[in-house]
């Protein structure tokens, strides 16, 4: 007569078994987008220390009565099941969700006030930040930041995302100024910070506050000079020009157009180009010697 043991539970499985649960689980896809820190309770840091499940807010609940799907913190319930599955799994849930962050934590200070609940290993596990402010805000990149993502030495970030917002100026009837003013300072924020910019793969910036496509591409041409004045055909920076994406109206164009570039740093990088070579083709002289455009921009040829 056969003898039946006792059924597996996920805890008695070996280790490798739970942890390729665990990288299924919370396996990166678009439904795992979440809101982080928007207050002191919030549900991110209620679900990663286990806190009462009192707490709901009208936006991101663990009710249950509300839709899982509605949840943007659902994903993150199986943190809540025991402190043994949180314990393995909470990197695995940092690791594999973006995060985005209001603009008011563009300041270090606010955003180590937010932070203060995960441990320098769960901070390093974050990997995806994104970040949508004004560009006024954006200032605390190159003047606070010290090099290092929101000022924080313990963040280790394969992405950060930006979105610039417009300034209110731009609806009025000046809009068309403010928005050339703001390209200007843009491109100055954007290259000061990328200079000495440590511990993050890559930085994507997209335009999905409607900047007029010229505007755009003077943020990315101005960028690129900077870059390629401070540091010449390879200053450790590479650079994926303007792309345009399909966006929630189901196409591209000024209206609801999502463009994006993308700045890639370290040594051995093989994504996007050398600054001298994308200073090149923004001048129409893609193969030539980026020597023959410096003197170009020596000349005056330039945004």
């Known amino acids: 007569m056969t003898t039946i043991g006792p059924a597996s539970t996920l805890l008695t499985l070996p280790a490798e078994l739970r942890n390729a649960i665990y990288a299924y689980v919370f396996a990166s896809t678009d439904a795992n987008v979440s ?149 200007h300072t843009l491109a100055y924020i954007l290259g000061e910070t990328f200079r000495g910019l440590k511990n993050v793969q890559e930085v994507e910036v997209l335009n999905r506050d409607y900047f007029r496509t010229g505007v755009w591409e003077l943020v990315y041409r101005t960028l690129c000079y900077r870059m390629f004045r401070w540091g010449g055909n390879k200053c450790g920076v590479r650079f994926e020009g303007p792309v345009e994406e399909v966006n929630e109206l189901g196409g591209v164009g000024e209206r609801g157009q999502t463009t994006r570039f993308r700045v890639f740093f370290g040594e051995g990088e093989t994504r996007g180009k050398e600054v001298g070579e994308e200073v090149c083709r923004l001048l129409g002289k893609e193969g030539t010697d980026p020597r023959e455009t410096e003197l170009a921009l020596d000349a005056g040829v330039g945004p």
């Open 35 to 183: 809101y982080i820190l928007q207050d002191e309770r919030s549900p991110f840091a209620h679900a990663l220390k286990l806190e009462d499940s009192g707490f709901h807010s009208p936006r991101s609940s663990f009710s249950d009565d509300a839709d899982p799907s509605e949840q943007p913190y659902a994903h993150l319930r199986p943190l809540q099941v025991c402190r043994q599955i949180h314990t393995e799994s909470a990197l695995y849930a940092l690791s594999h969700t973006t995060y985005h962050l209001p603009s008011f934590l563009c300041d270090p200070s606010d955003f180590f006030q937010r932070t203060r609940c995960l441990s320098p290993a769960k901070l390093s596990a974050l990997t995806h930040l994104t970040l949508s402010a004004k560009i006024g805000s954006l200032r605390a990149l190159n003047e606070s930041w010290q090099n290092l993502p929101f000022g924080h030495p313990s963040l280790r970030l394969q992405k950060l995302t930006l979105t610039p917002l417009r300034p209110d100026a731009a609806k009025s009837v000046w809009g068309e100024i403010a928005d050339l003013s703001q390209a």
